[in-house]
């Protein structure tokens, strides 16, 4: 297996992973079990991500195996998922710091081709994102919808903490964070 950041031809092959996984067109039963995502990206915006911070792949024989997007707070702020947690930061806490005083990013999304799920590869995933992150970064925060147990599970597992649930539509989300 190859993790490293996604170069060209990559990035059909993520929206692809993505479109399989998305809420929106997965059963109620399927999504609980397996996870999903609450929204989509197009191939451009995974490359502005990958430029703004990273996109780090798991590829084996050239199939894409899983997906990790990483991003700065002021390119997340363009999205308004990963916004509706930003705006909270200044009175969310971790370790007694408002998330806002931290230097953080945005993790997110995550995906992994369902076959490998439960393999160990979310773990090399982010162990390959945190290895690539600028040095200045001591914060991670991914928000993960609420009903979405199998993500929030695996995220915990690796040592995030829940540090916020906050509103959004119709959803309810979780901020998780891990330091750096």
Excluded: W
């Amino acid at each position: 297996m190859e993790f490293r950041k996604a170069i060209g031809d990559d990035y059909a092959k993520i929206v692809e992973l993505q479109n399989r996984n998305l809420a929106s067109v997965l059963s109620s039963e399927a999504a609980k079990a397996d996870g999903f995502l609450s929204g989509s990206f197009n191939a451009e915006q995974f490359a502005a991500m990958n430029s703004d911070l990273a996109v780090v792949v798991c590829l084996e024989q050239e199939r894409l195996l899983g997906f990790l997007c990483a991003s700065t707070i002021e390119f997340s702020k363009e999205y308004a998922i990963p916004a509706a947690m930003i705006k909270r930061y200044e009175s969310c806490l971790y370790a007694g710091i408002a998330l806002s005083e931290y230097n953080s990013c945005v993790c997110g999304p995550v995906c992994i081709e369902k076959s490998q799920r439960g393999l160990g590869l979310l773990a090399k995933l982010y162990q390959s994102l945190f290895e690539l992150l600028p040095e200045k970064y001591n914060l991670a925060a991914v928000l993960i919808a609420l009903n979405n147990h199998r993500s929030l599970v695996a995220h915990q597992k690796l040592g995030f903490e829940t540090v916020d649930r906050f509103p959004f539509n119709q959803a309810e989300f979780h901020t998780l964070v891990k330091a750096l």
